[in-house]
């Protein structure tokens, strides 16, 4: 299972370097090796997580392990869409090192949960919850890629550059557009997620809400987005404010997701970050 | 057979003794019909533009030298120019050389704007007329078909013409940049200048649904607009703030001393555009919108330096470019090589005669024990004795084949051939 998942890394490695190269190159050669790396990548990926699965008996989001590496398993779909819907390969340059830096990450972390996740595994609402807010956290990462491709296209055109990246990054109107989709996507999920967590909570304990720095910081985020996505739809708030506002929503959503085990609280269950 | 380029282009020759070589379609054909005599040119195309002249041609490899004479005397008699007088200014190059300079001619890397895409058509062309002369043979054929994939590939696999070059292509350049696809955008032009009207066909080449254009004197603004077609109209000049919010793409050509769009204008505009982002270009010297419209949030204003830059980037993007189709000919040219290696008959013939000699020592070695005792010359003779017999068997049979090989004129392909689709 190690091995299946090292292969995995290293072909979200390759993909990662010949989508850079692309990038800076534009080579259409480079750009294949990239997809088919990643095709190849997430197969294997899918395999892995459907192999712990079976194996230790258990949804496999769970341990810190287990939520790092479904997120990058997530986010290589999330940018398959993108790439089919957009043609914006260049997003690659930016999410697949990323999605490198998970897969090692889970790779090297070890950590074995103190608490049984048959605990929570017990009801079919907890992997519910956990599933969409790793899909809401993959969008809201897209979100903050393209939010920064936009912030670079458009200082291009503003500062009339006209460096490389000018040539390799799509249209400005694309990006704002993968934005803007990928938010609304997120915030919806987050919803989601939100509710069912509260649902599940409310049937494990009788209790909604715990005021602890999870909970505190996704509704956070949850206004963050909802302020983007009403002000985008009124169109008063597009482009720059916009992207700098997608950006400042990934410093949220990281704080969600990281803020857990740092700042204690409810969700602490072993290691568990959902 | 031997491959052999004979011409002139715009690096080697001046306008004036271009214009005297260069072919149209009639003088093309009959001038290939004089060329071609079948003995020491086989095959002949000529590839006439207003950049180069150059002659293809197949002569067969011991009348290389022949061969090389004839076309340029053909070429001194068609420009009716005193023999030798060429001889500064054509370029000659042969076999591997011949095949990598017609491959990057049709790559666009030989021409004066490099990764200009009309070059490639007008290869093909001259191939269609090389075809209907009936002077596109075995090789020319082959070599042809492999020139175009070589083109589509450095085509597709760089971007040696992926960006604009010219001003007039700008304003399409800039705009996919802002707006992805410009299908459905409006454009305004402000001032009736050729530079603008330009800009504004290819932008409606490019997509774009509508052409508001306002100039001081309406007349002219009209026959732009009669020039465009259905989808312009013309504004008042006095009221163009009126319709700047309509306007996706704005470029300004006027002879006006002053500011004809201000940075107020602007700032409304925007507002009645809810936001959506602004192209303005600026091509008039002194500048006419007011360099502080730029600085509003999504209003992206260029002016003709902008635009400037912008090209010579692109050039040396192109340049870039331009080497990494150097490696892809390269590589090309090599491919061919192998092809016109195994196209050859000679080489398979003399493989198979051997072949056959071989078959015919190697079953006298095994019956030999029941000859008994030999002298060396009984033994010489009984062995030429076996492959004079397989030569003379094998000689008519081989004739055909080669009389196959030579005479495969194949029938042309065609000029949309296999190689042209997928």
Redesign the interface.
Known sequence: MRSLLLAVLAAYLIAAIHSILAFINKRLALQRVAQWSIGVGFVLHTGVLIDEWAVDGHYPLFSLRETLSFLAWALVAVYGVVVYRYRAQAVGAFTMPLISVLTFSAMVINSDPNTSPAAFGATWLFPIHTTILIFAYAAFSIVFMASVMYLLQERELKHKTFSGIFHRLPALSTINEIATTAAAIGLTLLTLGIVTGMIWSWSRNGRLWHNDPKEIFAVLTWVLYFILAVYRSTASWRGRRAAWLGVLGFVLVLCTFFGAPLLGGYHVFGVVLI | MSILLIGVNHKTAPVEIRERLAFDDATCAAGLRTLVDGEIVREGLIVSTCNRVEVLSATSSDQLEFGAGRVTQFLDTSGQLPSGFLNDHLYRHTNEEAVRHLFRVASSLDSMVVGEPQVLGQVRHAYSLAVEAGTAGRVINKLVHHTFRVAKRVR??T?IA??AVSISYMAVE?G??????LQGSTVMLIGAGEMAELSAKHLVNAGASRVLIANRTESAAQAIADQIGADASTVPFDRLQESLHEADLVICSTGAPNYVVTEEQTRKARERR????TCLIDISVPRNIDPAA?KV??V?L?DID?LE??IS?NIR?REREAE?AELIVQSEVMQFQQKLRLMDAGPTIGAMREKMQEVARAELARQRKRLGLLTPEQEAAIESLLISTVNKISHPIMNQMRRLYESDAVSPQGVEGDDLED
């Open positions: 597709s696999e971007g992926a960006s800039l996919k940049k802002i707006f992805s696809s809810r936001n959506r982002p730029g949030p999504n992206f260029f902008d830059n912008v980037s993007e990494r």
